[in-house]
C-alpha cells in the first residue's frame, strides 16, 4: 500500500508543481483516489474541512482584513517612505517594521498595500520599485513563520502535532525563525542594492483626466503641505491649484478640511489618489462612467443623484464646466452599483477599484489584533475559538461588514490547506511516513546534525515545488516519527520545518506573494533564483546552525 501512496503523492505533486492542474483539483482527486483504493476513510481524508488549523487560517484571514481595511498598513508605510532616496534606505526602514506585522497577520495583503507604495516612491524619488518589491516580500516572508498565527503552514503544522500531544504555542517558533529571519534580512540589505539595481523607465504620459480630491477631516494630509506630502507632482499626477471654499489658494497652502486639490492626471493617477490615505476619502468604491447620448449636461449633472460624487473626468476642463459628452468617460463613487443602472446619463459603468481605506475604526481592529494575541498566548482558549472570537468581534464592532467579512475568505487557500492535511493522512496511514523517516534515519547514521541538515535542506527543496501546506502536512508526520525514534525534541524539530517552508526564493510560483510582486517589479524566474541562492544559503544555514544548537543544548 505504501507504493501505491508513494505514486498517487508524487503525481499530485507533479501536478501541483507543473500546474497542468489546479491544486485544489489535484488533491481532491488524490483523496478520491485514496478513498476508492481503501488507504483511509473518508471522514479521515476530508478531515481537513474540519481541521483547527484550517479554522483558525479561515478567522485570521477575517481579521487581517479589518486590520488592513483601516489603512494603518498604508498610511504608515507612505510615512516610512517619506523622504527615502534610495533602495537600501527604503529597505533598511521597511523590513523591521514590516517584518514585525506580519508575524501577527498574512503577509499576502501586506505586500498587496507595499506595491503602490512603491510604485509612488518610484514615480516621486526615482527609487526602482525593482529594488525593493521582492526584497521586501521576502522578508515578510521570513518574518511570518516566527508565530503560530503568521503563517498558515505554522497553524497546519501545530493542528497536525496536536493529537500526537506535541503542543505548539504562540511564540514557539520563535527561537528558530527570529535567528534565521534576522539573518535572512542582513543578506537582502547587502543583496538587493547589488542584484536589484536598475534606473526606473520613465515614460512620458499624458495626463488626459482632470481630478478633483476633497480633504477629509479622517485625512492624513491636514495640517502640511502637498509637497511636504509629496503629492504635487509625479509621473502620473500633477497639481493644478487647491481651492478652499471654491476659490483658489496658494499650492503651498498648509491643507485643510475640506479644501480640494485639483490635479491634472492620467487614470492611474486618478486611481492612486484615490486610495492614498493622505485624502481619507469616502468608504465608497470608484467606478468608471461612460456617459449616455443625452441632452446637453456637465459631469457634475452625474451628481443629481445622492449616492453618487464626481472624482474625475477625462477633460480638460473643471468638472463643473465639463460637457458630458457621449460616451465621455467619468470615474464616479457610488453608494451601490443599482445607483448607477438607475441614473439616464450613464451608459455602460465598471468597478475601477475597491473601498479607499478607512481610519475610524484603526484602535479598535488593532485592539482585536493585540486580543487574539495576546489571549492565544496565555492560552485562555483553543487557539481556533480565540481567532474565531476576533473575527466575530470585527463584525460586531462595525470595522467590516458581514459581506466583507465573508469576502475577506480565500476559498482557494482554504480548499487547499483542507486537501493537503488529507494528503498527509495517505502518507501516514499508507505506511509511507515511516519508510520516508527510515530513509532518513538511515542517511543520517543517528547523527543530530545529519538529521537536522536533511530535514532542513528536504524542507527547503519540497516547498519551492509544492505549496506550503502540502509541504507542511507531509513532513509534519515524518518528523514526529524521528523524534519518536531518536528522542529529538519534537518541538524543535517542528519549528525547523515551520521555519523552512517560508524559505519560498527561487520559484516565483511557490508563494503568492512572489507572484504579486513579479511583474511590478519587472522581475523574471531568472531573477528569483539569482537573487534566491544566496538568500537561501544563508537562511538554511541560519536555520541548521540554530536548530543544531538548540538539539544539543
Not at 149 to 168: K, R
Not at 542 to 550: E, K, N
Request: proline share 5%.
Amino acid at each position: 500500500m505504501a507504493v501505491v501512496a508513494a505514486v498517487i503523492v508524487v503525481l499530485t505533486l507533479v501536478a501541483m508543481t507543473t500546474g497542468r492542474a489546479p491544486a485544489v483539483l489535484a488533491l481532491i482527486c488524490a483523496l478520491v483516489a485514496a478513498g476508492l483504493l481503501g488507504i483511509a476513510t473518508p471522514s479521515e481524508l476530508f478531515a481537513g474541512l474540519s481541521n483547527a488549523g484550517v479554522i483558525t487560517v479561515a478567522a485570521m484571514l477575517v481579521i487581517a482584513k479589518g486590520v488592513l481595511h483601516t489603512g494603518i498598513v498604508s498610511r504608515v508605510t507612505y510615512r516610512l517612505l517619506s523622504g527615502v532616496t534610495s533602495s537600501s534606505q527604503a529597505l533598511r526602514r521597511l523590513i523591521p517594521p514590516v517584518g514585525f506585522v506580519s508575524a501577527l497577520i498574512n503577509t499576502t495583503p501586506i505586500v498587496a498595500m507595499l506595491i503602490p507604495a512603491a510604485k509612488e516612491l518610484q514615480q516621486q524619488s526615482g527609487v526602482p520599485a525593482r529594488g525593493v518589491l521582492l526584497p521586501v516580500a521576502h522578508a515578510t516572508t521570513l518574518a511570518g513563520s516566527a508565530t503560530l498565527i503568521g503563517t498558515s503552514s505554522n497553524l497546519l503544522i501545530a493542528a497536525l502535532a496536536a493529537p500526537s500531544g506535541v503542543e505548539l504555542s504562540m511564540f514557539s517558533f520563535v527561537p528558530v525563525a527570529v535567528p534565521v529571519a534576522l539573518a535572512g534580512w542582513a543578506a537582502l540589505l547587502v543583496a538587493a542594492p547589488r542584484m536589484l539595481s536598475g534606473e526606473p523607465k520613465m515614460a512620458e504620459r499624458e495626463f488626459t483626466w482632470q481630478t478633483e480630491i476633497p480633504i477629509s477631516a479622517k485625512a492624513n494630509a491636514l495640517g502640511r503641505t502637498a509637497a511636504e506630502l509629496g503629492i504635487d507632482s509625479t509621473s502620473e499626477f500633477d497639481l493644478q491649484e487647491v481651492l478652499r471654499w471654491g476659490k483658489p489658494i496658494g499650492a503651498d497652502s498648509i491643507l485643510e478640511v475640506d479644501d480640494v486639490l485639483v490635479y491634472r492626471t492620467t487614470e492611474v493617477g486618478v486611481r492612486i489618489l484615490w486610495g492614498s490615505p493622505r485624502f481619507g476619502s469616502s468608504p465608497q468604491r470608484l467606478y468608471l462612467v461612460a456617459v449616455a447620448d443625452n441632452e446637453q449636461a456637465t459631469v457634475r449633472d452625474l451628481e443629481e443623484n445622492e449616492d453618487i460624487k464626481v472624482v474625475a473626468a477625462q477633460t480638460a476642463k473643471r468638472l463643473r464646466d465639463a460637457h458630458a459628452e457621449p460616451g465621455a468617460l467619468c470615474l464616479v463613487t457610488a453608494g451601490s452599483a443599482e445607483a448607477l443602472a438607475d441614473h439616464p446619463l450613464v451608459a455602460l459603468w465598471q468597478q475601477a477599484t475597491g473601498k479607499a481605506p478607512q481610519t475610524g475604526k484603526t484602535w479598535v481592529a488593532l485592539t482585536i489584533l493585540a486580543a487574539v494575541i495576546t489571549a492565544g498566548t496565555l492560552g485562555l482558549a483553543p487557539v481556533e475559538l480565540i481567532a474565531v472570537a476576533g473575527a466575530v468581534l470585527m463584525v460586531l464592532t462595525g470595522v467590516l461588514t458581514p459581506r466583507s467579512a465573508v469576502r475577506a475568505l480565500n476559498w482557494n487557500i482554504l480548499a487547499i490547506i483542507a486537501g493537503s492535511i488529507g494528503l498527509g493522512t495517505i502518507v501516514v496511514n499508507s505506511g509511507l511516513g515511516d519508510y520516508i523517516s527510515q530513509a532518513i534515519l538511515s542517511l543520517s547514521g543517528g547523527s543530530t546534525a545529519l538529521i537536522v541538515l536533511v530535514i532542513v535542506v528536504g524542507t527547503t527543496v519540497l516547498t519551492n515545488i509544492v505549496t506550503n501546506a502540502a509541504a507542511a502536512a507531509i513532513l509534519t508526520p515524518v518528523v514526529l516519527t524521528i523524534a519518536s525514534g531518536t528522542g529529538l525534541d519534537p518541538v524543535v524539530l517542528l519549528i525547523l520545518v515551520g521555519t523552512c517552508i517560508s524559505f519560498t526564493f527561487l520559484n516565483p510560483f511557490s508563494h503568492q506573494s512572489n507572484l504579486m510582486v513579479m511583474r511590478p517589479g519587472g522581475y523574471t524566474t531568472r531573477t528569483f533564483v539569482a537573487f534566491g541562492i544566496p538568500l537561501i544559503a544563508v537562511s538554511v544555514l541560519g536555520a541548521f546552525g540554530v536548530g543544531w544548537a538548540l538539539l544539543t543544548a
